[in-house]
């Protein structure tokens, strides 16, 4: 089963961090990349560019392109990964060792249903 690990956290907090403090805290982040690739868990991984260069589409037929997120939260989504673990336990595992190397963040996990067309949506039962 395929779960989104979305991480999120203050994007001010991110943006003053010093290039020593990122790097260091990205080197602990690949180290945990580098162990699920070897599980063969890891799917794709983004970190996210700042919302000031994102725009939100909404409203109804061709919709409006407003700028920035304006999600109500203080925190932004600044990345996910994509895992594939037979149960919702692993991705909590996977989310917990990421949170381990970034304590400040927060992590949602999701579980994904794959879009593929002519596909079925069908999930795994987990019980």
């Known amino acids: 089963m395929y779960y989104a690990i979305l991480a999120y956290h203050q994007e001010g907090v991110v943006e003053s961090w010093t290039q020593e403090?990122?790097?260091?805290l990205m080197v602990d982040l690949l180290q945990i990349n580098d162990r699920l690739v070897a599980q063969k868990a890891l799917g794709p991984a983004a970190r996210l560019g700042p919302t000031e260069g994102a725009v939100t589409l909404r409203g109804k037929g061709e919709g409006m392109?407003?700028?920035g997120p304006f999600a109500e939260t203080k925190e932004q989504l600044l990345g996910f990964y994509v895992v594939d673990f037979p149960t919702i336990d692993g991705a909590i595992a996977a989310a917990r060792e990421l949170r381990r190397?970034?304590?400040t963040a927060i992590?949602?996990?999701r579980p994904i249903l794959l879009y593929l067309p002519g596909a079925s949506l069908e999930t795994r039962d987990e019980s």
């Open 21 to 24: 403090e990122d790097e260091a």
């Open 65 to 67: 392109v407003i700028d």
């Open 101 to 103: 190397a970034n304590p």
């Open 107 to 109: 992590y949602e996990i």
